[in-house]
């Protein structure tokens, strides 16, 4: 019961109720809230995977590594200017063109990645025409630069 009556006393006085407080429907609802929480903590944990490539100190210290041999190991950076001018490794490249050279760069390298940069006020829409071309000519993996190569 919520309240309790006193029952002690003489005939003249009244008697008073006295509160007395239930805390079990506290203790339930806190309950019920624990559980709930328990249960969707781990559904609102956001996992993302992050591989980097691991770190060699002791032939780092040694000798320094050897410069690259030959254009195989040079990426190769597709990059459109501020007038829409499409551009393979600095070597200017038509569009027409594109789809036909491209797989054929990208034959020769050992690294089958595009790097790709555009200038910051060419239109996304010319961005990205390009892009489907490149992809249109074989580039699987198009990695985009954070950097800007064309200035």
């Not at 956001?46 to 591989?51: E, G, M, P, V």
């Not at 393979?88 to 690294?111: C, S, Y």
């Amino acid at each position: 019961m919520a309240i309790a009556l006193n029952t002690s006393g003489g005939k003249g006085k009244k008697q008073r109720p006295v509160p007395v407080v239930n805390v079990t429907p506290l203790v339930d609802v806190a309950l019920v809230v624990l559980i709930i929480l328990m249960t969707v903590t781990p559904m609102m944990m956001k996992q993302f995977w992050l591989n980097l490539p691991k770190k060699d100190d002791q032939n780092e210290k040694e000798q320094p590594p050897p410069p690259p041999d030959d254009d195989a190991n040079k990426p190769l950076v597709l990059t459109i200017d501020r007038q829409g001018a499409v551009k393979i490794n600095n070597t200017l490249v038509q569009r027409e063109e594109l789809k036909d050279r491209l797989p054929r760069m990208l034959a020769a390298k050992t690294q089958k990645v595009l790097y790709f940069d555009a200038h910051n006020e060419l239109p996304y829409v010319k961005a990205v025409e390009v892009l489907d071309l490149a992809r249109l000519g074989g580039a699987k993996s198009i990695a985009i630069l954070t950097q800007n190569v064309v200035h």
